[in-house]
């Protein structure tokens, strides 16, 4: 494998609620791979999250030289063309020139750009052992929305389009509202949001059910995920019922997954991923019922790090597949 040119990397997460940028070594990876970084809340519009972003990497760098830039996205890229984005949280993507504008930022570094599933996949990936070297991959992320990608014999396949490992639109059912406009796709049940949304939509269309979560609601005026799972953890029958349906039908696509690809193993990431188990039980159950054998299901190693990890190595891959000197 070529050697990475000297200089350091910029690794930059950019998710549904929280953007993340972190300064890595160019060097052979490390256990703490992030030399620094920082985080804030992503801004509700693309232009706004690039006015912020851009700054930020600036400071972050200083007057030091990059290699190589690796950019995780929370939505879909289309890799066919130029890079182009779409969220289907933050608003304003697709009429941005984000190349151009990493350009005037930065030069010409080189960068590449994933979707935040394949990101992750990649952090994931270098985090197993390393007899697992050549395995193939498949990654669910279950978080503000819900993505995936496939790493097969340790690389990307993403697809004509970019558009491969779309997990959370796959349909599971005949009903329910997807933010893309799609009926019963696996985001408009599985998602953070989603669980949180049928959490109170039940407690308000049955007055009579009894949970802890209904003074989270009166209090706060709303719910998240992780008050769900919170709830679930102290008892509370209602809340773990919710985050099971989630959990069952995750495994579902997982088995789907299973049947299709037959991969080593299968990574549940993301937010939702850090639920207990009432979450993780039913997503078990499901799997095994529906594949025709038990692939490895295994929980996230990297945690809320797994994308901004998997940046790290995009931005490895482009200082050490573009010399430079010849640009």
Known sequence: MPPVSSGLLLAIDIGGTKTALALASSAPCTR????????????????????????AARELIGDRELAGIGVSFGGQVRTDEAPRFRSLVISGWEALDVTAQFAAAFGDVPTLV?????????????S???????????????STGVGGAFLLNGRPHRGRHGLAAEVGHIPLRSEGRCPCGGTGHLEAFASGPAIAAAAVSRLTA?????????????????????????AARRGDVFAAGI????GSLVGHAAALISLLLDPDVIVIGGGVSQAG?????????????????DTAILPSRL?????????????????????????
């Open 32 to 55: 703490d791979v992030f030399l620094t970084r920082r985080r804030f809340r992503t801004p509700d519009s693309a232009a706004a999250t690039l006015a912020a972003l851009l700054p």
């Open 243 to 246: 985050l099971g349906e989630a």
């Open 114 to 126: 994933a979707n935040d599933g394949e990101a992750a996949a990649r952090g994931e990936y270098v």
């Open 277 to 293: 188990d009432a979450f993780w039980q039913p997503l078990h159950a499901a799997a095994r019922f529906e594949a025709l054998h």
């Open 206 to 230: 049955s007055p009579e059910v009894g949970s802890q979560l209904r003074a989270v609601v009166g209090d706060a005026g709303t719910l998240t995920a992780r008050d769900v799972d919170d």
């Open 128 to 142: 197993l052992p390393t007899e697992a070297a050549g395995a193939d991959l498949a990654y669910i992320t279950v």
């Open 303 to 327: 945690g809320p790090d797994s994308a901004l990890r998997g940046a790290v190595e995009l931005a490895r891959d482009a200082a050490r597949t573009t010399d430079r000197g010849d640009r």
